[in-house]
């Protein structure tokens, strides 16, 4: 398979008229990686067949000065279209007066610790339940990250007023007056320029990033314990390239407790129209080497202003299209994958079947001494 992504029709300055093909300049068609996207893994993490597989788990949950708060159970979710980690947990009532913080004071943190993997989360709920010879705490909440969201932030009107790249308006977006909040990004998208006046936007921190990676073709999600909000693409690479890159997990049936797969039929579309509206771009995007005669509905969006832009929003459209396989697997944290994020490509053997995939979610379920990892798969069968 050659190494193609998207062929784009653009219109630059005056609209030319419509069916004149420009290749662009620097376009993917003829580069084995975009320059964006990360380097490929090294080496796959792979999870070898054994007759038994044996893992120690761990799990505490913590306050932030190390305090242990005894969990008899913790469930905690991530997905690629939410920016933060949920959570769950049900503790002895004793620990109610650790947990309740002054009415001024800043909302409890605390720390779960999954098999050596540390997850800052913030408590948001606390219900109690009790009966004879029984008291305990449910405990509920979201990632660090949820400091950015409501209802612990405000919405902001925001706008631009000079030509600003998408990244500079983010970094403008997590300022208060004009002074840093303290959370930085992990930007793993292209850069585009967004020329003054194309930024409109109200709403909290976390929606105004989540707004641009949307515009960009990717999606938000916060570090698990560093304030850092990451940017990353929705396809990294498309599904058509997955069979010469290089996956990060490979994942064998036998390391898996249970799966489940839904089949699933959607619009084969090869070619998607991103507009920016008045004064905007009109780009055509589609599939190299296909006829472009399956058109995906129009996408508008005021910050399709660079074909830099329209080329990341038109492989997001293009890329989730046809038939896919959606798979859960259930799984132990393996010493080689750990918890397995959203983002990661998985190559998955079972009946002698191979099958390529992004993960598209994760829970836990730590419920000691066992500890299980449900995780979502997303795969285009060739």
């Known amino acids: ?52 597989y044996l893992v120690r788990n761990t799990v505490t949950l913590t306050l932030l000065d190390g305090t242990e708060i005894p ?7 991530l997905e690629a279209d939410a920016w933060a980690w949920s959570w769950s947990a049900r503790v002895p009532g004793a620990a109610l007066a650790r947990l309740q913080a002054e009415p001024e004071a800043p909302a409890v943190e605390l720390i779960a610790t999954v098999n050596a993997h540390p997850i800052r989360l913030r408590l948001d709920s606390i219900a109690r339940a ?23 932030a405000a919405p902001r ?27 930085t990004l992990d930007w793993q998208l292209e850069d585009w320029t967004v020329p003054a006046g194309a930024w ?3 709403g909290t921190f976390i929606e105004a990033a989540a707004r641009i990676a949307e515009a960009g073709g990717g999606y938000v999600q916060g570090h698990d314990t560093e304030p850092v909000l990451r940017l990353l693409p929705w396809y990294p690479r498309p599904p058509w390239a997955w069979a010469e890159t290089t996956p990060d997990i ?3 049936e036998d390391a898996c407790h249970t799966e489940r797969i839904e089949w ?9 129209w991103i507009s920016g509206g008045e004064g905007g771009r009109r780009d055509r995007v589609r599939r190299a080497g296909r006829a472009g005669d399956a058109q995906a509905p129009t996408c508008v969006d005021a910050l399709a202003t660079d074909v830099v832009m329209t080329r990341q929003r038109g492989l997001r459209l293009l890329a989730d299209t046809g038939r896919q396989a959606h798979i859960t697997l259930r799984t132990p944290v393996h010493p080689e994958t750990g918890i397995i994020h ?3 490509l998985i190559r998955y053997t079972e009946g002698g079947t191979t099958r390529l995939g992004l993960s598209r979610a994760v829970e836990l379920d730590c419920r000691l001494p066992e500890v299980w990892q449900s995780i979502r798969i997303e795969s285009h069968p060739t």
């Open 250 to 252: 490979e994942l064998p």
């Open 157 to 183: 009107a925001r706008t631009n007023t000079e030509s600003r790249s998408a990244r500079q308006l983010l970094d403008a977006a997590l300022t208060d007056n004009g002074v840093p909040i303290g959370w």
């Open 264 to 272: 699933i039929a959607r619009p084969d579309y090869d070619a998607v």
């Open 200 to 202: 409109s936007h109200t």
């Open 342 to 344: 959203p983002g990661q």
């Open 130 to 152: 009790r009966s004879f010879g029984s008291n305990w705490l449910d405990l509920g909440g979201r990632g660090r990250a949820a400091v950015l969201g409501a209802p612990s």
């Open 71 to 77: 969990a008899e159970s913790l469930r905690l979710a």
């Open 1 to 52: 398979m050659p190494a193609v992504l998207l062929r784009t029709r653009v219109s630059c300055g005056a609209t030319p008229p419509l069916g004149t093909d420009v290749e662009l300049p620097g376009c993917c068609d003829w580069r084995p990686r975009p320059p964006w996207v990360p380097e490929p893994p090294t080496a796959t993490r792979i999870v070898p067949i054994r007759r038994l």
